[in-house]
């Protein structure tokens, strides 16, 4: 979740450009790249008109909270606001360079990201802030439930080196293993590892999806598993993971990527926008400044997709639904 050139920028992103043909390629996740869409909504009736909002890019990010987010924020303004919505799958960096190219309008759960703060709306003016998403983001290093219970004092870094044994896979070449989600995923914990001079090796499970098979799986054959998680994520209403205490977070202890040597900072999260978009007068705008829900409502929208396997679609229209005040709140309809 955090990237390496900048530990407080967070989440699980890295720069991935390509040049061809002359022209700044943005390479996205699964494939897609800025300019191509992977899914889009049209207007369906609601109120105003798909001219009067226009169409609305939005980024989408990696990982099912986001997606939650994003389906909700494109059910409202599709039904109620008569926009236009274009989802694009994106990795986290490579949705900061579409503002500049007018193909992406919003960004709706940022990590932190302060060097592209002041890259994108600070230097090049092609963003701006959008205020916060009512959300608290928390990264950090968590072990399954049974271990806590077995071995209490688990949850202090100070003692993970006396049971690094423990952890041992045929994947962590003969030091206790660490698991970590997809390689994009970039973070300070391998850094950590090393300057708390822990006996441990990160080990990439590939996905979110299977970071949480990994950890699922362990507790419920009691075997051990420690490993990089974050909140808010609804699988921890499933298997409520353990935080591990590391040295507590100051500012500027994270600094230096290659040094740091403490804990994750909490994150408010908030949402971006293109600067063209923010002053484009579209009724989406006004709709994304007031869009904010609670770490709760977005775990339950990211269980009916994750874990009831609801379309996007779907899983927007049932919460919406039965939470009408909220959204009422969001578009004064």
């Not at 390479?27 to 049209?42: D, F, I, R």
């Not at 499970?205 to 054959?221: N, V």
Request: charged residues 25%.
């Amino acid at each position: 979740m955090t990237r390496i050139g900048s530990p407080r920028s967070v989440r699980r992103s890295a720069w991935v450009a390509a040049v061809a043909a002359g022209t700044l390629v943005l390479a996205a996740c699964g494939g897609a790249k800025v300019g191509e869409t992977t899914q889009t909504t049209t207007a369906g009736g609601g109120a105003g008109s798909a001219a009067a909002c226009g169409t609305v890019n939005l980024a989408v990010n990696p990982w099912v909270g986001y997606e939650a987010d994003a389906a909700v924020a494109a059910y409202v303004m599709q039904n109620q606001l008569g926009c236009t919505v274009v989802k694009k799958n994106l990795d986290e960096q490579v949705s900061w360079q579409g503002f500049g190219t007018g193909e992406v309008d919003v960004i709706l759960e940022n990590w932190g990201h302060e060097d592209l703060k002041k890259k994108y709306i600070e230097e090049q003016k092609t963003a701006v802030e959008v205020g916060s998403t009512g959300r608290v983001g928390k990264i950090g290093w968590y072990v399954v439930p049974w271990m806590v219970e077995k071995y209490p004092d688990i949850t202090d870094w100070n003692n993970l080196n006396k049971y690094a044994e423990m952890f041992k896979t045929s994947e962590s070449g003969g030091k206790g293993q660490f698991l970590a989600g997809d390689p994009g995923f970039v973070t300070i914990d391998g850094a950590l590892v090393k300057n708390l001079k822990l006996d441990f090796k990160v080990v990439y499970t590939g996905s979110e999806a299977a970071l949480i098979t990994s950890f699922r799986q362990a507790e419920k054959d009691k075997k051990p598993a420690i490993g990089y998680f974050y909140a808010p994520q609804w699988f921890l209403s499933e298997v409520p993971l353990v935080n591990v205490k590391l040295p507590a977070y100051t500012a500027g202890c994270d600094a230096d990527p290659e040094k740091v040597a403490c804990d994750y900072p909490d994150y408010d999260l908030d949402k971006i926008a293109s600067a063209k978009f923010a002053s484009s007068g579209s009724p989406a705008y006004e709709f994304v400044k007031k869009f904010t829900w609670t770490n709760d409502d977005q775990n339950v929208v990211a269980k009916y997709i994750a874990v009831d396997k609801m379309s996007p679609e779907d899983a927007a229209k049932k919460w919406v639904e039965a939470n009408a005040d909220k959204v009422k709140a969001w578009t004064g309809a």
